[in-house]
């Protein structure tokens, strides 16, 4: 199951825990240490997540598109807890995103910074690839581009 929250209905420990997933991701498994991951964006975000007895097993922030770096909503640190990968559940994560966010959100575009090695993950849900590979923090990424 699914949950999608706006960041101001997270309870206290949603939050804990979606923050210590995302450093266990992103800091401990990526080293991704020169961003840093509290940039303010989280208080204006929709916080999309899958639980297992308490425990964040997959997360993506959706981003209004008033407050992304995009004209477009866009979806990021998109994770998967590494004792639950390899199952789908980035898959029907992304795409319970996706539906709220033509569902809820009314929006028509979503654009996003897909880790170069997971972008077909993205291109199986109708992304397209708009720009051409770049580096962010050390790892290869590229723009893409869903219109639904």
Do not use: W
């Not at 401990?28 to 240490?33: D, F, M, P, R, V």
């Amino acid at each position: 199951m699914f949950i999608i929250k706006h960041f101001k209905d997270l309870t206290v420990n949603e939050f804990y825990e979606i923050a210590k997933a995302r450093y266990e991701v992103f800091a401990c498994e990526q080293k991704i240490t020169m961003e840093n991951d509290f940039d303010d964006v989280d208080k204006n975000s929709y916080h999309a997540f899958s639980l297992d007895r308490g425990i964040i097993t997959s997360y993506a922030r959706i981003i209004p598109k008033e407050f992304s770096s995009y004209e477009d909503v866009s979806v990021g640190r998109v994770l998967v807890n590494k004792d639950y990968r390899e199952n789908g559940l980035a898959k029907n994560l992304m795409i319970k995103s996706i539906e709220f966010i033509k569902e809820d959100l009314k929006e028509s575009n979503i654009t996003l910074s897909a880790q170069y090695y997971i972008k077909d993950l993205y291109s199986s849900l109708g992304f397209n690839e708009i720009s051409p590979a770049y580096d962010e923090c050390n790892i290869p990424h590229i723009k893409m581009q869903l219109k639904l």
